[in-house]
Each structure stands twice: as C-alpha cells, then as structure tokens.
C-alpha cells in the first residue's frame, strides 16, 4: 500500500491543472504537454484553425510545452496576435518561395496597404500577373505540403554565422546590436527565418491568401480579423502607398532601412545628424504645404484647413507648426479643436456596450459648429466653445473670435476629413491633411514595425505623463480606439489633400527608455501582460537616445515633454 501510495505521489507531482477559457473547463495533464495536444484532447470546436494561444497572458507558439499550472486561451485570425502570427507565417512561406525563385535576389516586406503586404524583390521593377501566378502556386505547394514551422533558441554566434552562410545581412546587423547571448531562429523546411512574435504551427495553418501585382512588386492580401473569411480587397490606397514609398526609399538614401544599420550610426556617435536630418526633412514638407495653402489662400478664397490623422498621429503639433511656416507667408492662423464641440456628456452617444463613445461623428455638436464656422467665414465675432473634459460639460472662451482678411482657421481632429463635418463650408474654400505615424525603419527585410505599435507607444507615454494613465490602462482601451479609427478616421484618408508622416527614424530610439518601466509596471495578472512582453521584447532590439538634441518644436516633444507649443 506505502509503494502504491508513493507511486501516486510520484505521478501527481508530474501533473498540473490547467484552465482552458476558450471552454471554461479545468483540465489536469502530464507536465511537457504542448499547446497543441492540449487542444487536441480539450476537442475545442472553432471554425477557424487556432493559430497561437495566450498562456498566463504571454502568446506562445503552439509547440510550447506547459511546464506549470496555467490560464490558456487559444486564439484564431480574429484576434489582434492571431491575426499577426498569420501573416508572419506567409511572409516567411514568401521568403521560402522567393528564394528558390530568385535565389540570388532579396526579398523584401517594404510596409502594409491596407489590409495587405507590399512586398518587392532585389532586381526586378515589375511584376506580371503570370508571375505572381506562378507565386501564389509556389507558395500553395508549400502549404498543401504542411511543413512543420519550429522556433528554437540557440547562441547567437551561431545564429549568424547561418545567416551569414544564406547572405542574411539584415539579419545579421540586428543580431551583433542587439548584444543577446542566445537568439531564436523559425525554420520550415529547410528554410531558416527570424521574426518577432509567435507563427502558427504548420504550413497548413494558411488556408487562404492571394498575390497580385502592385506599383513595382506584388501584396500579399490575406483574411481579415473582421472578414476572416474573405481575402481582403484590393488596396486602393494610391496617396497613401506614396507616402510609404517615398519615405522607406529616403531612409535607404540615408543608410538606415533597418533598425540594425540604424543601431549601427548610434553607437557611432551619429544619433544627432540623424536627428537633425529628420527634423529637417518635417520642416520641408510643413514649408511645402504652407506654400501651397497661401497660394489657395491668395487664388481661391481658402480659409478651413482640417487636419485629421488617428491617435497620436501628432495632430496637434503637426498644426501647430503649419501655422509657424503660415506666419512666415504674411498669414494668420487660427487654431480650434473639434474636441471642444463635443456635446455634454449627458448627450454623448453610447456603444453596444453602454459606455460613452467618443468616436462617432454624433459625439459632435455639428450644428453649432457649422453655424460657428459659417459665421466666421462671413467675418463676423464668434463665441467659441471650450470642453472640460474633467466636468463633461461645454464652457466658453474668454474672448470671441473673428478671422481676418489674412486669417486661415486651421482645425485639428479625427473627423475632420469626414464631408459629414463640414457641409456648409465649400470645397474650394477646405484644404484637407491627414497626418499620421508611417514608420519607415524596418526591423529586418522581411519583419516590418507595426505603426500601431509606434503610436501605442506614443499614447502611453504621453498619457501617463500627462493624465497619469497607466500603461496598462492605455492598452486596455487601445482596441476600443482601433476599432474607432477603423470605423470613422481610415475610410476618409485618401480624401485628403496631403498626407503627413509624422514618424521619424529615430524615435523607437528615444521612446525607449520612457515607454519601458511604464510596461515593466503591468503585472502578469493583468490581460494587457501579453502586448507589454511583446512590446519589451520588440524594444530590446533598439540602442536607446537621449532626448538632448531633440528641438522642442518636434513632435516627438508631443510625447516626451519639452515642448515649446502650449
């Protein structure tokens, strides 16, 4: 009975109990289980494959092995990891086509369009649509052929001496800078990979995708985690992708495509040309645009300019100095906000949860906007209100307002490219920007930076700083505020007139050390665990800068403090 005793004893030990939320059921294994057999023998039903699972709020792979008792939850394309761990998987099955297509050419993801990948490859201007044909049935093959997709740690000297063997020089920049003894490696086939977040488990696990022919290379579209069973349409995004292309080819003019050459000019001593340059190229473009507003000012009566962009886009001091270079042309600008024509927080709408949705368009007092601006445009004097947004009620500027002969208004916020807004002010007399944060620095050839990331990053430094959020409470609310960009601020970005990138090359660099004891802060209880760890591990691959010579008229002092707008 005693040998039977500690037998059982010597079993238990080797168990441990897991909770399984996506069935609300506890289930006891044998320690080393994977998150797959996991899955296998809870027999979750789901119409969509499980591509990674959130374990103790951390994502992992599905080859992960549970070693303690755990809260796992296993995700699909619907949720924002899922969705992420999808698309990295067909980028490295592209990577594998690409090279045995064009084994002596990169390849490169360059940024998103819309809801699909731009991709190029080293040497070739244009793609047909017999060749992308012929990378789509590539990539098929690869994926009907399920290969098993693996991540293992290994030492870093021998991480690069691979890459090196395969000509992987980006890689290899971001490995020597990094400064990690140990590194992970993807490998599917005989394909070997380096990417930023878990990848499902198998080639299989991609059961559907496209690529067609775009600018000079082709995009990759796959479901969407709103439609994730139809391929996401066509982009048509023409200002846009211009946008992103004139910034990624400038950054390589400038020798810094990824962040490894980037790290590289840091621990040289260069953080401050570097930094000198990208404010000068902002101040360029403000110049440009300033220019273009006088002479609509001058030729066709222009006095509305709308600014708009999502969160942390740098709306505020994007207008702010618009209207620095306005001054230069002789002219006078005016700055409002259509924050301050919310309507009392009685009168806010509600979402499908009850809470106040600030987002939507029915969240402004529209007639009284229109009727302000139509009556400044006539010259006449305007009260102009102000929202407290601590007592949730409208109050009132100390002194009216009234534009002069040489005045231009420059109103900033979400809905301001919305036609909905404005409907009283003629087109002729509108000059539309959106601004937004179109990070141009690449991780690595194949790995792009999210520009989500970078305005999260931007929020919840700012917002912590400047309305004690915590860093965890900025996450929590960050998909409520995708979901508004989504819905009211993206549909209109092509309506503008200009678009402004607000990002510069440097400032992952510089956000850095602000954004890291904020994510250190989350405990692992917490849901919003998950995004801080991937967002910690995203940063440790940056040498950090200081904020010493950045001018307090960038808008990167938006963010960090310092700046010399109030």
Same mark, same amino acid.
């Given at each position: 009975?005693?040998?039977?005793?500690?037998?059982?004893?010597?079993?238990?030990?080797?168990?441990?109990?897991?909770?399984?939320?996506?069935?609300?059921?506890?289930?006891?294994?044998?320690?080393?289980?994977?998150?797959?057999?996991?899955?296998?023998?809870?027999?979750?039903?789901?119409?969509?494959?499980?591509?990674?699972?959130?374990?103790?709020?951390?994502?992992?792979?599905?080859?992960?092995?549970?070693?303690?008792?755990?809260?796992?939850?296993?995700?699909?394309?619907?949720?924002?990891?899922?969705?992420? &761990?999808?698309? #990295?998987? $067909?980028?490295?099955?592209? !990577?594998?086509? *690409? =090279?045995?297509?064009? /084994?002596?050419? %990169?390849?490169?993801?360059?940024?998103?369009?819309?809801?699909?990948?731009?991709?190029?490859?080293?040497?070739?201007?244009?793609?047909?649509? &017999?060749?992308? #044909?012929? $990378?789509?049935?590539?990539? !098929?093959?690869? *994926? =009907?052929?399920?290969? /098993?997709?693996? %991540?293992?740690?290994?030492?870093?000297?021998?991480?690069?001496?691979?890459?090196?063997?395969?000509?992987?020089?980006?890689?290899?920049?971001?490995?020597?800078? #990094?400064?990690?003894?140990?590194?992970?490696?993807?490998?599917?086939?005989?394909?070997?990979?380096?990417?930023?977040?878990?990848?499902?488990?198998?080639?299989?696990?991609?059961?559907?995708?496209?690529?067609?022919?775009?600018?000079?290379?082709?995009?990759?579209?796959?479901?969407?985690?709103?439609?994730?069973?139809?391929?996401?349409?066509?982009?048509?995004?023409?200002?846009?992708?211009?946008?992103?292309?004139?910034?990624?080819?400038?950054?390589?003019?400038?020798?810094?495509?990824?962040?490894?050459?980037?790290?590289?000019?840091?621990?040289?001593?260069?953080?401050?040309?570097?930094?000198?340059?990208?404010?000068?190229?902002?101040?360029?473009?403000?110049?440009?645009?300033?220019?273009?507003?006088?002479?609509?000012?001058?030729?066709?009566?222009?006095?509305?300019?709308?600014?708009?962009?999502?969160?942390?886009?740098?709306?505020?001091?994007?207008?702010?100095?618009?209207?620095?270079?306005?001054?230069?042309?002789?002219?006078?600008?005016?700055?409002?906000?259509?924050?301050?024509?919310?309507?009392?927080?009685?009168?806010?709408?509600?979402?499908?949860?009850?809470?106040?949705?600030?987002?939507?368009?029915?969240?402004?007092?529209?007639?009284?906007?229109?009727?302000?601006?139509?009556?400044?445009?006539?010259?006449?004097?305007?009260?102009?209100?102000?929202?407290?947004?601590?007592?949730?009620?409208?109050?009132?500027?100390?002194?009216?307002?009234?534009?002069?002969?040489?005045?231009?208004?420059?109103?900033?916020?979400?809905?301001?490219?919305?036609?909905?807004?404005?409907?009283?002010?003629?087109?002729?007399?509108?000059?539309?920007?959106?601004?937004?944060?179109?990070?141009?620095?690449?991780?690595?050839?194949?790995?792009?930076?999210?520009?989500?990331?970078?305005?999260?990053?931007?929020?919840?430094?700012?917002?912590?700083?400047?309305?004690?959020?915590?860093?965890?409470?900025?996450?929590?609310?960050?998909?409520?505020?995708?979901?508004?960009?989504?819905?009211?601020?993206?549909?209109?970005?092509?309506?503008?007139?200009?678009?402004?990138?607000?990002?510069?090359?440097?400032?992952?660099?510089?956000?850095?050390?602000?954004?890291?004891?904020?994510?250190?802060?989350?405990?692992?209880?917490?849901?919003?665990?998950?995004?801080?760890?991937?967002?910690?591990?995203?940063?440790?691959?940056?040498?950090?800068?200081?904020?010493?010579?950045?001018?307090?008229?960038?808008?990167?002092?938006?963010?960090?403090?310092?700046?010399?707008?109030?």
């Amino acid at each position: 009975m005693y040998i039977y005793l500690l037998e059982y004893l010597k079993y238990m030990e080797k168990i441990i109990r897991i909770h399984c939320t996506n069935c609300d059921q506890v289930i006891d294994v044998a320690m080393g289980t994977s998150l797959l057999e996991l899955s296998q023998r809870l027999g979750l039903n789901n119409p969509r494959p499980y591509l990674a699972a959130i374990v103790n709020h951390r994502v992992k792979e599905l080859d992960y092995r549970v070693y303690t008792p755990a809260k796992v939850e296993f995700i699909d394309i619907t949720s924002a990891a899922g969705f992420r &761990a999808y698309q #990295r998987t $067909l980028i490295f099955i592209m !990577q594998a086509v *690409v =090279s045995k297509l064009f /084994p002596s050419q %990169r390849f490169y993801v360059r940024h998103s369009i819309g809801n699909s990948l731009y991709c190029e490859v080293e040497g070739k201007d244009s793609f047909s649509e &017999a060749e992308c #044909r012929a $990378l789509y049935g590539a990539a !098929q093959s690869i *994926v =009907s052929a399920s290969l /098993p997709v693996t %991540r293992e740690k290994v030492p870093t000297d021998e991480a690069v001496a691979e890459f090196e063997s395969r000509g992987m020089g980006d890689k290899i920049d971001l490995l020597t800078t #990094r400064e990690k003894l140990y590194s992970s490696v993807e490998r599917m086939g005989d394909e070997v990979g380096y990417f930023f977040g878990a990848l499902a488990p198998s080639t299989a696990y991609i059961e559907s995708f496209d690529v067609r022919p775009y600018h000079n290379g082709f995009y990759l579209s796959t479901p969407t985690r709103t439609s994730p069973d139809t391929i996401a349409a066509a982009p048509n995004l023409n200002k846009m992708f211009r946008i992103f292309d004139t910034y990624s080819r400038w950054v390589n003019i400038l020798g810094v495509p990824t962040v490894g050459k980037l790290n590289q000019r840091i621990r040289q001593g260069d953080a401050g040309e570097l930094i000198q340059i990208a404010e000068a190229v902002h101040e360029k473009l403000l110049s440009r645009m300033a220019d273009d507003i006088a002479e609509a000012h001058r030729s066709r009566g222009l006095r509305l300019i709308l600014v708009s962009g999502p969160s942390s886009s740098g709306k505020t001091t994007t207008s702010k100095r618009l209207g620095v270079q306005l001054r230069v042309l002789g002219l006078h600008p005016v700055l409002i906000s259509t924050d301050d024509y919310f309507v009392n927080r009685e009168d806010t709408p509600r979402d499908e949860n009850g809470e106040y949705d600030f987002e939507v368009l029915e969240a402004i007092d529209l007639a009284r906007l229109n009727k302000d601006l139509g009556e400044l445009m006539e010259g006449k004097s305007v009260e102009i209100p102000r929202f407290d947004f601590v007592t949730g009620q409208r109050q009132w500027h100390d002194k009216p307002l009234k534009l002069e002969e040489n005045s231009v208004l420059i109103m900033e916020g979400i809905h301001a490219l919305n036609p909905r807004l404005t409907p009283s002010i003629p087109v002729e007399a509108k000059f539309r920007i959106y601004a937004s944060c179109l990070t141009s620095v690449a991780m690595d050839n194949t790995s792009r930076i999210h520009t989500t990331d970078n305005r999260l990053l931007r929020r919840m430094i700012r917002d912590n700083a400047t309305r004690g959020t915590s860093a965890a409470d900025t996450i929590a609310r960050w998909e409520s505020v995708r979901r508004g960009e989504e819905r009211h601020i993206f549909p209109y970005q092509e309506e503008a007139d200009v678009m402004f990138n607000s990002s510069l090359l440097y400032e992952i660099a510089v956000l850095k050390p602000f954004a890291e004891p904020l994510l250190r802060e989350i405990p692992d209880s917490r849901p919003e665990y998950a995004v801080a760890q991937g967002l910690l591990k995203f940063l440790e691959n940056f040498v950090a800068i200081s904020t010493d010579e950045i001018p307090p008229t960038s808008v990167l002092r938006e963010f960090v403090g310092g700046s010399s707008f109030k």
